[in-house]
């Protein structure tokens, strides 16, 4: 069945740059999505890639899609404190359902 | 974006009881879903809510123990019925954008079956 892998856990200093893997099995995948969830809080959708592109930019976030390689990528630029949080990559199709990733926790040291 | 509420935000229930657990939507959409997520886990998604006939459940959840309800084009509910331990979780709702086809997820109901 699909299947959505990423790493569990990245540590980066401020300002620097955090990138965040994911890798999904799908091909008939629609749309990549990468969502946030801060402690205790719900789901914010950051940022969502259509299948047929290769890149997005969006302010500090830069999503790149490898669909070759069935390779996700969230590039976080200037890190702050306030990224801290667990990031999820997700996948979609047309039924509007999605498959998630286990999650990766970034954890940013000032 | 849409604009999506749950209630309860929060329930601590004893086993054997059951929660009902309702969405609204700011505006009509075609497809309400409800995922859980077990503490410390990701999302799964338990079923698809649709208006004007059954729910469709994913491979390990039943209509028995999660029955939902899709009375119009804004609201949703699920319920999580004879409740153990086990079904302590964040139990979220979510909806498609038709135009842009991103995914919204409501705020989320944590709740803690003692």
């Known amino acids: 069945g699909e299947d959505v892998e990423q790493s569990l856990f990245l540590s980066v200093r401020e300002g620097d740059s955090s990138v965040i893997n994911c890798t999904y099995t799908?091909?008939?995948?629609?749309?990549l999505y990468w969502y946030k969830q801060e402690p205790g809080a719900g789901l914010q959708l950051l940022t969502y890639?259509?299948?047929?592109?290769d890149m997005k930019q969006d302010q500090r976030l830069t999503v790149l899609l490898n669909k070759k390689d069935k390779h996700l990528s969230l590039r976080i630029a200037d890190t702050q404190t306030g990224d801290s949080a667990i990031y999820f990559c997700?996948?979609?199709?047309?039924?509007?359902?999605?498959?998630f990733g286990q999650g990766t926790t970034l954890q940013v040291k000032p | 974006s849409a604009v999506i509420s749950q209630k309860p935000s929060r329930d601590i229930c004893q086993r054997g009881t059951s929660l009902t657990i309702q969405c609204q939507v700011d505006?009509?959409?075609?497809?309400m879903f409800w995922y859980r997520q077990q503490p410390g886990q990701s999302l799964t998604l338990i079923a698809t809510?649709?208006?004007?006939?059954?729910?469709?459940?994913e491979s390990g959840f039943v209509i028995d123990k999660f029955p939902i309800s899709r009375p119009n084009l804004t609201f949703s509910t699920l319920t999580v019925s004879n409740m153990s331990p086990e079904d302590s979780s964040i139990y979220l709702c979510?909806?498609?954008?038709?135009?842009?086809?991103?995914?919204?997820f409501g705020p989320g109901t944590r709740l803690l079956v003692l």
């Open positions: 979510s909806v498609p954008l038709a135009v842009q086809e991103t995914q919204y």
């Open positions: 799908d091909s008939s995948s629609t749309y």
């Open positions: 890639i259509f299948s047929n592109m």
């Open positions: 997700a996948e979609g199709g047309n039924t509007g359902k999605l498959i």
């Open positions: 505006s009509q959409v075609t497809m």
């Open positions: 809510a649709n208006q004007g006939s059954e729910a469709t459940y």
